[in-house]
């Protein structure tokens, strides 16, 4: 099992929770989505590697941003 955790930037409401987790739960090989609307963190676990840049993606689908490490 493997679990990545990405920066969201722009989720203000349980909307943008649920739009985010519904994007992302679509990528294939994700099996869980957790959102920390106070944080921004979006914590993305699968069975096996997911792709990065497929949930990059579905995260830009929602109407948000993946925020990178300085």
Known sequence: ????TY???GMTCGHCVSSVKEEVGEVPGVT??????A???VTV????PVSDDAVRAAVRTAGYEVVDPA
Not at 45 to 48: D, F, I, P, R, T
Request: hydrophobic share 30%; net charge negative; charged share 15%.
């Open 1 to 4: 099992m493997s679990t990545t």
């Open 7 to 9: 920066t969201v930037k």
């Open 32 to 37: 869980g989505v957790e959102v920390d609307l």
């Open 39 to 41: 944080t921004g963190l």
């Open 45 to 48: 676990s699968g069975q096996g």
